[in-house]
């Protein structure tokens, strides 16, 4: 039975919920102050020139990871690992990629960051040759190209320690001349890593050879994302919810490659949707060592940081003496 109200009631009643309703708005307000809690800025600086190598940063912005994190997540580019490490040293930059070897030998050298997560575990480093050179003997006599600052140059030289070849001439150019040089006949062989040179000549339809630096046992540790001790002391939870967000976008790209990469063509636009595409199908096969496998994405073995300092002190890169304490700590969780 429906419950008529006479004038008096409706008018009390109408009071009271013109009441309840302003008691609502304001609580609905006070959330909404709360949920709108002011983001932190937070300066990230790319390992180099923005690529699909970064897809993961992209679509944790792109996706509102960062923002869902509580972070206002600036994105710049970068000019190598060396440049990061000094501006995260000097405190210009509070996040930054940066290769596990380019971090030891700094360490060594008394730098004070840690390498908090790494999506890509495996370097991956190689040489592209020729198509004419078939296997490692025709190497020696031959013409190698690489790049001064660039970690797998500077391992070159153990690499041909480790397989013997001789009389190689080595010529270093500025970094945006690879692959071009080799796709231009200028060179016998070059740098080249499995998820940039080597999916850029493919894209490219270029004819090569690729020998990678594993086959000798030469497998640093990869690139992760890094802060300075001084911001980890001082902005410990920011640093947890870098990594996570981070990380979070990560996932979404090995789990969604086709969709990560159309949200990263369109934060970059300047790179081709068919090298995007193929550049992040090739990282997946590299986000994890052997050490690392099945453990979550991001986290890093300390058997692996053992592995890459002692692969740089034989190489002749790592001069000064460094544990793997004091240049990684996981902050991604088991």
């Known amino acids: 039975m429906s419950t008529v109200l006479e004038p008096c009631c409706r008018s009390r009643w109408s009071t009271f919920a013109i009441a309840t309703a302003g008691v609502i708005a304001i ?57 990061n490490i000094q501006l995260l040293s000097s405190g210009q930059v509070e996040f930054a990629k940066i290769a596990a070897s380019s971090l030891a030998v700094a360490g060594a050298k008394g730098a004070k960051l840690k390498m908090l997560a790494s999506h890509l575990q495996v370097q991956g480093s190689g040489v592209a040759t020729k198509t004419e050179i078939k296997t490692i003997q025709d190497m020696s006599g031959k013409t190698y190209t690489g790049v001064t600052f660039d970690v797998a140059t500077q391992l070159f030289p153990a690499y041909v320690k480790a397989t013997g070849i001789t009389n190689v001439k080595v010529v270093n150019v500025a970094p945006e001349s690879i692959p071009q040089v080799l796709v231009a006949g200028q060179t016998d062989m070059m ?17 090569f050879n690729y020998f990678p630096y594993t086959d000798q046992g030469l497998d640093p540790l990869g690139i992760g994302l890094v802060a300075a001790d001084s911001t980890l002391e001082k902005k410990a939870d920011i640093a947890k919810a870098m990594v996570a967000a981070t990380m979070r976008g990560w996932q979404y790209v090995y789990a969604n490659p086709e969709k990560a990469t159309d949200i990263f063509i369109k934060a970059v636009p300047s790179i081709k949707r068919d090298l995007a595409l193929k550049t992040i199908s090739m990282m997946e096969g590299l986000s994890h060592t052997p050490s690392s ?42």
């Open 293 to 334: 496998k099945g453990q979550p994405l991001g986290w890093m073995a300390e058997e692996d940081w053992v592995r890459t300092i002692d692969i740089l002190t034989k190489g002749g890169i790592l001069t000064g003496s460094v544990k793997p304490s004091d240049l990684y700590i996981n902050l991604v969780a088991k």
């Open 191 to 207: 740098v080249a890593n499995a998820w940039s040179q080597v999916p850029i000549m493919e894209s490219l339809g270029a004819k």
């Open 27 to 83: 609580s609905g307000s006070a959330f909404a102050q709360t949920a709108a809690k002011p983001l932190t800025p937070v300066s990230f600086r790319l390992g180099f020139i923005a690529g699909a190598w970064d897809a993961g940063e992209y679509v944790a912005r792109e996706l509102g990871y960062y923002k869902e994190a509580g972070l206002d997540v600036t994105i710049t580019e970068g000019q190598g690992s060396n440049s």
